[in-house]
């Protein structure tokens, strides 16, 4: 029998049961979880890139890492209370998973910290939930901080009588407080045996390449999808996390392919990124190949299940090849919208591609898992998996109860304990069972004439050719809601670019009959989203334009010859850094190697990052390739006017 690292038993269906019966014979709490989760010693937990080698802990390991940093903790932290809150404040790492579950045997609560919120933020989460504590090996907290260096070398402990009794998960942020959410291990108990509905009813999601199972760890692990979803869900089974150096499209592609990555959980901006990207790579080898594929993306819509899984197979495997390759299984996607044409992208060259849904304060409750296209490629998010259970209110608001919701949620200092059904303020719609997310409450827009618009259902039908992204808000205007469109664009888009892309604006507009409702429309230079945002906030972008912080371009006042310098100097920043000098030591008409004496790996490096910035491809080698400022400039200036 093919060892799939499923101890004795016959099959994985027979060994997810057997595991799930032994947490429920238990005590359902953290200790019996870390217990079961870290059973089978000799698989793999977590895998690395080091240079050209890979680099290997199996659970045994991890195991013994974490009783010795729980050791190193009791002592460091000796002086707290049982249970008293201790923060994490760390990037996804296998040193996240040992410090986890370290803070939780010392006794502790751990409280895990999203990075990217503000200080303030932040601060105000700590103070909330009473956090004594924080470790951190990059930020120095008001409370005490330890760093990881601290935990390191301490004396095994045995395996302790008594583990932190919850683990508390910080909100995104997106409104103006953050939400503390508190699980305890009976949740998680649930969220647990709701994962086995899915290899029940799905068999994809547990299919191994090469005996193995692997998910790329991008979400990251304080968040609540990338927290069960990701972490929990697998850990429990014994599977393999992938460490993933860094957010860069050369990383990831290279991680997949290279660990031979099975499972990719993500939210919507890296999918749409990917599937942008990838048109982009088709269009580019001309309008008979662009044509080809559109043909059999055509026809793959056309053809039922079985057939149209063994089209996918055939037609598009050099797609899969310029992609993930082939060991990819199963795909997630959640957090947000995603548009119709990614996910038939993916769906259609191969990849399972399926919606979830959960939040902060549910845990994870579905996930779409027909193949019905209806479904599948319309971004339902099925129905409500066993411990939990959907109903919708008068006023279209999804209602979530059920075993798997939070404890108990704290929201500016006032404690809510779980309490019959939770309004999730998400709008939705049920058809046949299966459940579709139609935005939130608080996006609608009242317009002036008392029409009600939902962003989440007309952005899809608003975004032209040229637009990078859209958003609608409503902006006070004279005591009445004004909806504003507003759209991003490359920063230097030219005037006529602008104004070509207003006019088809306008007719999308004209088209969706909103012409009386939505009157301006605002172009933004550069992306909406900011930072670490993966998900358009609407509420900061309300704020930001009103008080005039957005880059507005107005294309009446847009000069081409002040673009055309603004470029050149954004050019010259680019060269400068790559060569580590000043800016004013860089000539237009410099050549990078021979003037200015740059290298190989440096123009590389600087080629990448302008393709990253800019999201332009730029030619690297040949007659075609570009040396001077100039003429970086001038190639940028003609891809912004395509």
């Known amino acids: 029998m093919a060892d799939y690292g499923i101890g004795n038993a016959r099959s994985i269906n027979k060994f997810v049961k057997e595991k799930l019966d032994a947490f429920g014979a238990m005590d359902r709490d953290f200790r019996s979880l870390f217990t079961l989760m870290f059973r089978e010693e000799n698989n793999v937990m977590y895998e690395r890139s080091e240079g050209y080698r890979i680099r290997s802990t199996t659970y045994g390991e991890a195991r013994a890492h974490i009783l ?186 290279g991680t997949i392919r290279r660990h031979h990555v099975t499972h990719i959980f993500a939210v919507p901006l890296f999918w749409e990124t990917v ?30 299940g079985p057939l149209g899984s063994l089209f996918s197979r055939l037609a598009f495997r050099e797609v899969r090849d310029n992609l993930f390759g082939e060991s990819v299984r199963f795909m997630i996607t959640g957090g947000s919208a995603i548009p119709a044409d990614t996910l038939a992208f993916f769906n259609a060259i191969g990849y399972r591609l399926a919606n979830g849904y959960g939040m902060t304060e549910v845990g994870i409750t579905s996930v779409e898992l027909s193949t019905r296209k209806k479904y599948l490629l319309s971004g339902y998010v099925g129905g409500p998996m066993s411990n939990a259970e959907y109903d919708i209110n008068d006023g279209g608001e999804l209602l979530v109860r059920g075993h798997v919701l939070a404890k108990y949620v704290i929201a500016g200092g006032v404690r809510t304990d779980r309490d019959g059904w939770f309004n999730t303020h998400d709008l939705a719609r049920c058809d046949g069972g299966h459940y579709q997310i139609l935005g939130r409450r608080d996006d609608l827009i009242v317009s002036p004439s008392g029409e009600n618009l939902n962003p989440n ?99 009446s006042e847009r000069r081409e010859e002040e673009t055309a310098d603004e470029l050149l100097a954004q050019v010259t920043e680019f060269f400068a850094a790559a060569l580590d000098k000043d800016v004013s030591q860089i000539a237009a008409d410099a050549d990078f190697f021979l003037d200015e004496g740059g290298t190989s790996l440096d123009y590389f490096a600087m080629i990448s990052r302008m393709q990253e910035v800019l999201g332009i491809d730029f030619p690297a080698d040949g007659e075609t390739a570009l040396h001077t400022a100039r003429q970086f400039a001038d190639y940028i200036r003609k891809d912004l006017a395509r």
């Open 275 to 304: 599937h942008a990207q990838a048109m982009k790579t088709i269009r580019g080898r001309g309008e008979a190949t662009l044509r080809r594929f559109e043909r059999a993306l055509a026809l793959w819509k056309k053809l039922p």
């Open 457 to 555: 259902l007309l952005e899809p039908m608003l975004r032209a050719d040229g637009a990078e992204g859209v958003c609608l808000i409503g902006v006070n205007q004279g005591g009445e809601t004004a909806p504003v469109l507003l759209v991003s664009v490359r920063p230097y888009a030219s005037a006529q670019a602008l104004t070509e892309l207003a006019e088809r604006e306008r007719a999308l507009i004209a088209a969706a009959g909103l012409s009386g409702e939505i009157r301006q429309v605002v172009f933004v230079a550069g992306p909406l989203l900011q930072g670490d945002e993966f998900k358009l906030n609407r509420l900061r972008l309300q704020r930001d334009f009103a008080a005039g912080r957005l880059p507005v371009l107005d294309p």
């Open 68 to 253: 010795e940093k729980a050791a190193a903790l009791q002592t460091v932290l000796g002086r707290l209370e049982p249970d008293a809150v201790v923060g994490l404040y760390m990037e996804n790492s296998l040193e996240w998973i040992e410090t986890f579950w370290a803070i939780l045997a010392a006794g502790f609560r751990p409280l895990l910290m999203n990075l990217r919120l503000p200080d303030e933020l932040l601060h105000e989460a700590m103070s909330d939930c009473g956090c004594w504590a924080v470790i951190s090996g990059t930020k120095t907290f008001p409370v005490l901080t330890v760093t990881p260096a601290q935990l390191e070398g301490g004396e095994r402990i045995p395996l302790p009588e008594r583990f932190g009794s919850e683990l508390l998960v910080m909100s995104s942020g997106t409104s103006r407080h953050v939400k503390v959410c508190a699980y305890t291990g009976e949740e998680f108990y649930y969220q647990i045996r709701d994962s086995y509905d899915i290899i029940r009813k799905c068999r994809a999601i547990k299919r191994h390449w090469g005996h193995r199972l692997k998910l790329l760890t991008f979400l990251p692990f304080y968040h609540v999808f990338g927290l069960i979803a990701v972490y929990i869900w697998f850990a429990f089974f014994s599977r393999t996390f992938v460490h993933l150096q860094d957010l860069s499209p050369q990383t990831i592609l």
